[in-house]
């Protein structure tokens, strides 16, 4: 049976190198019970969330459960004042081979229709802290839909990305043609989508899908350390840079540079704004405070 396990408690400080089931933590002041995938805090301050997918057996296939529990989790991260980033990942051979066909082969077009089926994925988009997918071995369908709706990749170097759905019958349908083909452009999504064909970590890396390609033993670490330097910033400044970033896949140009600017205004009405620029007059580390 699966591992269960329990959101770190608040006082937690977790080292980047302990083994990850010795380190899990089963008190919770939320006290939420995952049956698919593993949560804890991590890094040397124990401000990066951490959730690893845990259906190796399937290759990390997304069945409903699995997504329900990944929305709690990232929910509990996100009401965490501690916590200043995530980091998303599955197992050496598997961030998550798609979504679970044993459970969508016998759906009807009624029940997914009306019932606005894998419609509760776009979750993972809508929190303020970014999350950093750290991916190995297969990403493939909903698995590379999953690890494109955060913020950030890194791949390890045996990583495989691909949207297969056109084998199976069906097309993506969280967010595959769309993410994939303002990540890599047309010609490149267009072949993924229509053959599918998978692309290793370095084509991934070259075609602008990731930012960083590691050794496969350690990109969970290097994301980690990502979520470090990312949780050692202003959050409440990060949440509006998040926001900005975004603007740019949903808006025109002139609509981002409006809200970037008026993001950027903002900014100044805070106390790490003056915090930050003071820390550099002064020659000092800014010590931010969120406020
Ligand atoms: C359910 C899956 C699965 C999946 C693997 N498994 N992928 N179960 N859904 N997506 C299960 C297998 O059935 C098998 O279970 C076990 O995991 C190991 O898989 P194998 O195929 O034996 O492993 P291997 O030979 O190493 O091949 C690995 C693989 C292959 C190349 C990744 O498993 C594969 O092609 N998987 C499907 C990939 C795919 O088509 N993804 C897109 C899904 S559709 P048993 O019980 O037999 O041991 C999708 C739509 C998204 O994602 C739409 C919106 C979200």
Same mark, same amino acid.
């Given at each position: 049976?699966?591992?269960?396990?329990?959101?770190?408690?608040?006082?937690?400080?977790?080292?980047?190198?302990?083994?990850?089931?010795?380190?899990?933590?089963?008190?919770?002041?939320?006290?939420?019970?995952?049956?698919?995938?593993?949560?804890?805090?991590?890094?040397?301050?124990?401000?990066?969330?951490?959730?690893?997918?845990?259906?190796?057996?399937?290759?990390?296939?997304?069945?409903?459960?699995?997504?329900?529990?990944?929305?709690?989790?990232?929910?509990?991260?996100?009401?965490?004042?501690?916590?200043?980033?995530?980091?998303?990942?599955?197992?050496?051979?598997?961030?998550?081979?798609?979504?679970?066909?044993?459970?969508?082969?016998?759906?009807?077009?009624?029940?997914?229709?009306?019932?606005?089926?894998?419609?509760?994925?776009?979750?993972?988009?809508?929190?303020?802290?970014?999350?950093?997918?750290?991916?190995?071995?297969?990403?493939?369908?909903?698995?590379?839909?999953?690890?494109?709706?955060?913020?950030?990749?890194?791949?390890?170097?045996?990583?495989?990305?691909?949207?297969?759905?056109?084998?199976?019958?069906?097309?993506?349908?969280?967010?595959?043609?769309?993410?994939?083909?303002?990540?890599?452009?047309?010609?490149?999504?267009?072949?993924?989508?229509?053959?599918?064909?998978? &692309?290793?970590?370095? !084509?991934?890396? %070259? +075609?602008?899908?990731?930012?960083? /390609?590691?050794? $496969?033993?350690?990109? @969970?670490?290097?994301? &980690?350390?990502?979520? !470090?330097?990312? %949780? +050692?910033?202003?959050?409440?400044? /990060?949440?509006? $840079?998040?926001?900005? @970033?975004?603007?740019?896949?949903?808006?025109?140009?002139?609509?981002?540079?409006?809200?970037?600017?008026?993001?950027?205004?903002?900014?100044?009405?805070?106390?790490?704004?003056?915090?930050?620029?003071?820390?550099?007059?002064?020659?000092?580390?800014?010590?931010?405070?969120?406020?």
């Amino acid at each position: 049976m699966a591992l269960l396990c329990r959101v770190a408690a608040a006082s937690l400080r977790v080292s980047r190198s302990r083994p990850l089931v010795a380190a899990a933590v089963r008190a919770s002041s939320a006290g939420a019970q995952y049956q698919h995938i593993l949560v804890e805090k991590k890094g040397e301050r124990g401000n990066v969330g951490f959730i690893q997918l845990n259906r190796k057996k399937a290759l990390n296939a997304l069945c409903d459960e699995l997504m329900r529990e990944v929305g709690l989790a990232l929910d509990e991260f996100e009401n965490d004042p501690e916590i200043g980033a995530i980091v998303l990942t599955g197992s050496e051979k598997a961030f998550a081979a798609g979504a679970d066909i044993k459970e969508m082969v016998d759906k009807t077009f009624q029940e997914c229709y009306a019932g606005n089926f894998l419609t509760h994925w776009n979750h993972v988009t809508t929190g303020k802290k970014p999350v950093i997918a750290a991916v190995n071995g297969y990403a493939l369908g909903g698995g590379c839909e999953l690890a494109m709706m955060c913020d950030i990749i890194y791949a390890g170097d045996k990583a495989q990305f691909g949207q297969p759905e056109i084998l199976l019958g069906t097309i993506p349908g969280a967010g595959g043609t769309q993410r994939l083909t303002k990540a890599v452009g047309k010609s490149l999504a267009m072949e993924m989508v229509l053959t599918g064909d998978r &692309i290793s970590a370095q !084509e991934a890396k %070259a +075609s602008g899908l990731v930012s960083k /390609v590691f050794p $496969a033993s350690d990109v @969970v670490d290097e994301a &980690i350390k990502c979520g !470090e330097k990312i %949780a +050692s910033n202003s959050k409440l400044i /990060v949440a509006m $840079a998040k926001e900005a @970033v975004n603007g740019a896949f949903e808006l025109t140009l002139a609509e981002g540079n409006r809200l970037e600017k008026r993001l950027f205004h903002s900014t100044f009405s805070t106390n790490d704004r003056k915090e930050g620029m003071n820390a550099f007059v002064e020659k000092r580390k800014a010590n931010f405070t969120d406020q």
